[in-house]
């Protein structure tokens, strides 16, 4: 009698990101990724409850890609840190990083990044019932950015120029901050 496959949560993510990655996402099935693990769709069912748990997962994987950045660096080099590895995560994972575009973050993995830039922003200054929209916003943006690159959409602009460009967004976004953290500015 063979041995069983010993999976966990991570394995079972790993292979739903490398369906993704390899056919798009949506191949990634319970069925594809139990054929990935040689295992039973049953055998999933232990370590994510369904099809949206396991892209809830895959929204927890993309964003564990991004490395936090240290906690001693100031604010704003703290969001630049992470936009540039939201920006790489799209490169190397463009056709799933989309589910960063139409799923929330759910997990309490992806909720401690959501975190991080929580406490970015207030040390940036601002008000407690401003950093959920300025999240929001500024996470669109990179997050815009980063999938249109990651598409193509700015395929025709040389890498310098895409560069300088996303440079140009990180300058925008923080002196928005910087506005909507003077108190003189607020309506």
């Known amino acids: 009698m063979g041995r069983t496959a010993q999976i966990s949560r991570a394995t079972i993510l790993t292979?739903?990101?490398?369906?993704?990655?390899?056919?798009?996402?949506?191949?990634?099935?319970?069925?594809?990724?139990?054929r990935r693990l040689r295992v039973t769709p049953m055998a999933l069912y232990r370590h994510v409850a369904n099809k949206d748990?396991?892209?809830?997962?895959?929204?927890?994987?993309?964003?564990?890609?991004?490395?936090?950045?240290a906690a001693e660096l100031p604010w704003h080099q703290r969001l630049t840190t992470a936009a540039h590895g939201i920006r790489a995560t799209a490169t190397r994972h463009p056709d799933v990083f989309a589910l960063l575009l139409s799923r929330p973050?759910?997990?309490?993995?992806?909720?401690g990044v959501r975190?991080?830039?929580?406490?970015?922003?207030?040390?940036?200054?601002?008000?407690?019932?401003?950093i959920p929209r300025t999240?929001?916003?500024?996470s669109t943006a990179i997050l815009g950015f980063a999938a249109s690159e990651a598409a193509g959409r700015f395929s025709h602009h040389a890498a310098a120029v895409r560069d300088?460009?996303?440079?140009?967004?990180?300058?925008?976004?923080?002196?928005?901050i910087d506005h909507t953290a003077d108190p003189g500015c607020r309506r």
């Open 15 to 34: 292979a739903g990101l490398a369906i993704a990655d390899e056919h798009g996402l949506p191949a990634v099935t319970m069925q594809a990724v139990a």
């Open 115 to 130: 975190e991080s830039i929580y406490a970015a922003l207030r040390e940036a200054g601002l008000e407690p019932a401003q």
């Open 164 to 176: 300088a460009d996303f440079a140009c967004l990180l300058t925008w976004l923080r002196h928005l």
């Open 53 to 69: 748990d396991l892209l809830d997962g895959l929204v927890e994987r993309l964003l564990a890609e991004v490395l936090p950045p």
């Open 105 to 111: 973050v759910r997990t309490a993995e992806a909720l």
């Open 135 to 138: 999240e929001r916003l500024l």
